[in-house]
């Protein structure tokens, strides 16, 4: 069973460009979260989707940043008109649906610089 | 709300020592933690998780680690120190007073081993 798929693992943006981060769940997986490190900061939550839906986004800046998952496909972490401060390491993790879904699986990663 | 605090951002053990990074948890219910291993420019991977049952929990690497209710404490432990060890380590609680089980990282702590 793959684990979770992330890509691309670096991404490299100049400033106001649009970034596309990918995240494919591991198989049975329903739910993703999506968090960002800061150099030399730990892990923030910014959102957690179910298929279709956005449950809950209250970590995601108000502006530039959105997230899907739709029902085919990975989910997808967009940030448009990106600015230097959006330089960061993204995860995605994911669980599963039900009482088993208490652990969070996570992926590589995507590195975004923005020059 | 639910939050950890890892004290020392740093800590720097000789081979084959003693190693303890501590972790301190604030929640009003019983928590879920966790503690997870990040080396450069890699993700995370999860050493340890407690959830309820035992409270000393072994995981992988020889890493253990104990939850103590009482000092509210689930601090990381290994007997000794090797060279592979050096990493960066984060304890992470599960929110589960919001319903959408995210979870909330500490800052992390860098652990360097001397030879």
């Known amino acids: 069973n793959a684990g979770v798929m992330q890509n691309p693992r670096h991404l490299v943006r100049r400033r106001g460009q649009e970034a596309r981060l990918r995240c494919s769940p591991m198989?049975?997986?329903?739910?993703v979260y999506w968090y960002r490190q800061l150099p030399e900061e730990g892990l923030k939550f910014m959102v957690y989707?179910?298929?279709?839906?956005?449950?809950?986004e209250s970590g995601m800046p108000k502006e530039r940043f959105s997230a899907e998952f739709p029902k085919e496909g990975p989910s997808i972490l967009r940030i448009q008109q990106v600015v230097r401060g959006d330089s960061a390491a993204y995860f995605c993790?994911?669980?599963?649906?039900?009482?088993?879904?208490?652990?969070?699986?996570f992926g590589p990663g995507t590195r975004l610089t923005v020059l | 709300a639910q939050s950890v605090t890892q004290l020392g951002s740093h800590v720097s053990v000789s081979e084959g020592a003693l190693v303890l990074l501590r972790c301190n948890y604030s929640?009003?219910?019983?928590?879920?933690l966790f503690w997870y291993v990040q080396y450069p420019n890699q993700g995370l991977q999860l050493l340890l998780k407690?959830?309820?049952?035992?409270?000393l929990v072994k995981g992988i690497n020889g890493f253990e680690a104990e939850f103590k209710k009482s000092e509210t404490s689930f601090h990381l432990t290994k007997p000794s120190a090797h060279m592979s060890d050096a990493a960066e380590y984060f304890c992470?609680?599960?929110?589960?007073?919001?319903?959408?089980?995210?979870?909330?990282f500490g800052t992390g702590t860098r652990l360097k081993v001397l030879a």
């Open positions: 993790a994911s669980s599963p649906p039900g009482l088993a879904g208490y652990e969070q699986f």
């Open positions: 407690y959830t309820s049952a035992a409270t």
């Open positions: 989707l179910q298929k279709e839906n956005i449950i809950d």
């Open positions: 992470a609680v599960r929110d589960s007073t919001s319903g959408t089980y995210k979870y909330i």
């Open positions: 929640s009003s219910v019983p928590p879920y």
């Open positions: 198989k049975g997986h329903s739910h």
